[in-house]
Structures are given as structure tokens and as C-alpha cells.
């Protein structure tokens, strides 16, 4: 999609320059074409137990806000961390504050505040755990950017991911393993196949303030664990960020047809 930009030249003259997510077919990591702009030039190494679930989705979870979060990519939002946040430290203050009224007053005389401050502090907890599960769900980042294109504009993109296991007969081509089963999970056999890590992204175009909707797409895509840890764990980000570029192309295409 292209994206300009408004500039001022050296003379005083206002030109337009555009700034595209270009793919580089020239270069490209383990057969994979990489967006030139879209890789940093060096990655922290990074190995965790590929047995652990939690690790490898929360691993790539990190990797994909890092992915997004670049300077010349979105600027994220953290809503839903302000929300959880806000929620537990009030859920704390709280029960910090009944604490030292109950220490302060006898317990006859307490017991009516002892009690409000349970329920309150019961309450806020609740909250925070429906907002997680009800509102955040699968959520990983949210971010978004102003563009000009004749007219000022907002992308918004809303990243959500999930650990899936599929069945053999509905896995995806652009989903198999590249490599050897055997060397990640070495139970695995045609019945059986391991984990997936399964990214969904949302992605709007608006204008006027987010008041008027231009374009609004969704992309899924899942790939095996195995395509981006090797059997020892560390993690291939640079497979990783090219794989997301190129879903984060497709959701942003607008000469698709909706």
C-alpha cells in the first residue's frame, strides 16, 4: 500500500514522497523474501524449552509487538494494558486501605469497613478478569498511523494470535512445516500434528477523525511452531519477521476488492 509523505524541500517547495513496504525479492532469508525496510540489520539471539507452550506462543508474542512497534511501522496503543493496570493497582490500593483501617480500629468498629473494602477489592479483581478474557482475549497489540494521502488518514491494526492444534486434513499448504518434524517434536507422526502458532490481523482505513470508514480487512495465517524454533529453541526471528511482513502487505493492499 502506498503511504506519502509531505515534505519541504530545500527551496520552500512542498513535495510529496511516497514510503512503501516494498519487498526485496533479492534478498531473502531461508528462501524467504524479506521487505527490505521491514528487518533490522542484527537480531538478539534468543533460545527458550520448546516443550513449553507458554514460552514459544509469549516468545513470538513479543517478537510480532517488536515487529509492528518499529519506528517506520505503528505506533502502538496500550489500551489494554492501562485498563489492567488501572484495575490492579486499585484492586491493590484498596486492600492496602482496609489493611491499615483494620489495624488502626478495633475489630468491632471495623468490621462494616473491613467488609466493604473485601467486597470492593473482590469486585475490581472480578472486573479485571472479565476485561482479560471478555474484551482482551487473544489481542496482541493494537497500533495505529496517520498517513496522507490528498487527505489525512488513520490506519488502525489490531493483532491477535493463539496456539492451535490442526486437524491433518484441514492444514493449510502455506502452513506446513518446513522443517523436519522429527527435529522439533520427534512423536509427531501423519495423525498427529504439533502446535501451531496462529496470527489474526485486523486492519481499518479511515478518515475524518475515524468518523468515516474507507477500508476495513482481516488476514489469518498459521504456521507450525517448528518453522521458527530449531531443536535446540532458539528462535529464527528473521523467518518470523518476514512471514508477518508479508501478512501485514496483504492486509494493507488496497487495490484488493472487498
Known sequence: MARKKAETT?????????????????ATINGVAVPADAVPLTFEPIQINNYNLTDLKNTLDDALKRCLARPDCYSQIHQHTDVRLG????????????????????F?????????????????????????????????????????DKRIQTERLTALSKTTRPKPQS?????????????????????????????????????????????????EDERCYADFFDSKG??????????????????EDESKVQ
Open 171 to 219: 492444514l493449510a499448504p502455506s502452513s506446513a512445516p518446513t522443517l523436519p518434524l522429527s527435529t522439533f517434536y520427534p512423536r509427531a507422526t501423519s495423525a498427529y500434528l504439533p502446535p501451531h502458532y496462529h496470527l489474526t490481523m485486523n486492519y481499518a482505513l479511515t478518515v475524518s477523525g475515524g468518523k468515516a470508514l474507507i477500508r476495513a480487512d482481516k488476514v
Open 234 to 251: 532458539m528462535l529464527d526471528e528473521a523467518r518470523f519477521v518476514a512471514w508477518v511482513s508479508a501478512m501485514l502487505e496483504k492486509v
Open 10 to 26: 530545500a527551496d520552500g517547495v512542498e513535495a510529496t514522497t511516497t514510503n512503501d513496504l516494498t519487498v526485496d525479492t533479492s
Open 108 to 148: 468491632e468498629e471495623s468490621r462494616l469497613g473491613v467488609f466493604i473494602g473485601v467486597t470492593l477489592y473482590a469486585l475490581l479483581s472480578a472486573v479485571q478478569m472479565g476485561y482479560i478474557y471478555f474484551v482482551e482475549g487473544d489481542t496482541i497489540f493494537i497500533g495505529k498511523r496517520k498517513t496522507l
Open 87 to 106: 484495575l490492579g493497582w486499585a484492586a491493590v490500593l484498596v486492600a492496602a486501605a482496609t489493611g491499615l483501617y483494620s489495624w488502626k480500629i478495633s
